[in-house]
């Protein structure tokens, strides 16, 4: 494997496609349910899985199967299916639930604003699990090349 094709691929994707997405994830108040006992009515949680699915299904990913499964009182389920070449099985994990905001953003930061300072990224989520499926697809499509 040529590292520095992969890190081209990998960066170009990542500021190209996931960062424009990302950005538009933090502008999600996907509160977790303890923190939101209102969730479902508030849709958040419904907003944020359908940003992933269509991101997801946007990624020309070999075989890969897109399913949102749902349970009543349940947050909703994004579940992906890629077939491989071994008969292992490998899950890659991830939540779009987000903690409290939280007090102490610095001035022109907010939980749901996201902001670019140099190669940063600020907002809620966006480093807590909500870059996982964006970058699970990304290595996952690294390797199918």
Same mark, same amino acid.
């Given at each position: 494997?040529d590292?520095a094709? !992969? *890190?081209? =691929?990998?960066?170009?994707?990542? %500021?190209?496609?996931?960062?424009p &997405?990302?950005?538009?994830y933090?502008k999600? /108040? +996907?509160?977790? /349910? $303890? =923190? %939101? ?7 958040y949680? %419904?907003?944020?899985? +359908?940003?992933? &699915? *269509?991101w997801?299904?946007s990624? /020309?990913?070999?075989?890969?199967? !897109?399913?949102? +499964?749902? $349970? ?6 994004? =579940? ?8 292992? #099985? !490998? ?5 779009? @639930?987000?903690?409290?905001w939280?007090?102490?953003? @610095?001035?022109? $930061?907010?939980? #749901?604003? /996201? ?11 966006? +480093? %807590? @699990?909500?870059?996982?499926? =964006? ?11």
């Open positions: 494997m590292s094709k !992969v *890190r081209e =691929f990998v960066s170009g994707m990542w %500021d190209d496609s996931i960062i &997405e990302l950005c538009e933090i999600i /108040p +996907a509160k977790s /349910p $303890l =923190f %939101d006992p209102d969730w479902e009515k508030n849709g949680m %419904d907003e944020a899985v +359908a940003l992933m &699915e *269509r997801c299904l990624q /020309p990913i070999k075989g890969m199967k !897109v399913e949102v +499964a749902r $349970l009543p009182g349940r947050t909703p389920l994004l =579940f992906c299916e890629i077939p491989g070449d071994s008969d292992e #099985t !490998v899950l890659l994990y991830g939540h779009l @639930d987000k903690q409290p939280m007090e102490g953003w @610095d001035e022109g $930061l907010g939980p #749901t604003d /996201p902001v670019l300072r140099g190669e940063y990224l600020y907002g809620r989520g966006g +480093a %807590d @699990d909500g870059y996982s499926a =964006f970058s699970c697809m990304l290595a996952i499509k690294n390797l199918q090349l």
